[in-house]
Each structure stands twice: as structure tokens, then as C-alpha cells.
């Protein structure tokens, strides 16, 4: 669950939820296209980049994913094999 993991506070109204602003940050992601192309559903493209960029500079990203690995790994559901390519 990723809810605990996430910062208390949030950019935009209540109305659009920390959910779909996620989801809106993904999607973005994940396409590649330009944060005006976002789809409404999400909520404003301004909201929705404004907490993407908030999150980058507080550094809000590195330490959730950090965290997540954490969790993962506690649980046996990742492999760290190192492997070095001779070519």
C-alpha cells in the first residue's frame, strides 16, 4: 500500500483527491506526452504537474521508491544478483 509512504499534504482542491493526481502523474509518465495533454479525469494539468514538481524538488520520489524497495525486498520479492558483462 503506498497511502502510509505518501506526504500529508497535497496541492489542489479536495475535490480531484491525491488518487487521481497520482494516477494523473503516472499516466503522464508512462505516455511521455505533454503535460497539457492530460486528461481531464486526472484533474487540471496545472495540479497535477504543479504536485509532480513540488514532489521533485522536495525529493519526495527518490525516498518513496527507496522506501518501496525497502518494503519489497523485506518481502522476498526482489532479487539483487549482480551481473557483469565481459564485452
Known sequence: M???LLP???????????RKLIDGIRWR??????WRDLPL???PWQTVYGLFRRWQRDGI???LLTRLQARADVAGLI???VNADST
Do not use: D, I, K
Not at 500529508?8 to 491525491?18: A, D, E, K, N
Not at 509518465?29 to 505533454?34: F, I, K, Q, S
Open 41 to 43: 479525469q486526472y484533474g
Open 61 to 63: 520520489w527518490p525516498g
Open 29 to 34: 509518465v508512462r505516455t511521455g506526452a505533454p
Open 79 to 81: 532479487t539483487w544478483e
Open 8 to 18: 500529508v499534504t497535497v496541492l489542489g482542491r479536495p475535490s480531484w483527491g491525491r
Open 2 to 4: 503506498l497511502e502510509p
